[in-house]
């Protein structure tokens, strides 16, 4: 099993559920790939002006004390680095919303998705995978 394939938690017995913040968090190293806190602090700045480098650091240090991101330690500035792979990420929060939302059902999901969340382009890909998922 590789770093990025492990659930989300140090002791692997249950997956830790980012918060909004971390979630947040998770999405920017997913777009910058491994950063520093400042490197990760000059991009969150973009969306979040108020957002200042001590709290970047510090949400950083906690994710990092819950097993979210790894660190590494070997330059002066630690690099925080997610500890799971984003389609994991999504797909665990994915299962859970569609058990507690939806019943456990996907097709209420995807009925719920496609009732006006959809674009005419978004739909005509969808029936194209669908119609080549059968093959």
């Given amino acids: ?5 492990k659930d989300l ?19 920017a190293l997913f777009q910058t790939g491994p950063a520093t806190a400042k490197q990760l602090h000059e991009f969150m700045l973009r969306e979040r002006a108020d ?14 004390g819950k097993g979210m991101l790894s660190r590494d330690e070997s330059q002066r500035s630690h690099v925080y680095a997610p500890v799971v792979a984003q389609d994991s990420l999504q797909t665990s929060l994915l299962k859970d919303m569609i058990q507690k ?3 456990g059902s996907a097709k209420s ?8 969340h959809v674009s ?3 739909r ?11 093959s």
């Fill in 124 to 134: 005509e890909e969808i029936a194209k995978f669908l119609k080549d998922d059968k």
């Fill in 101 to 103: 939302v939806f019943a």
């Fill in 1 to 5: 099993m590789t770093q990025t394939d």
């Fill in 9 to 27: 938690s140090p002791d692997s017995a249950q997956p830790v559920k980012p918060t909004a913040a971390e979630l947040s968090f998770l999405q």
């Fill in 109 to 116: 999901l995807v009925l719920a998705a496609l009732r006006g």
């Fill in 120 to 122: 005419n382009s978004e």
């Fill in 51 to 64: 957002l200042t480098y001590a709290n970047v650091l510090r949400q950083l240090q906690i994710m990092h």
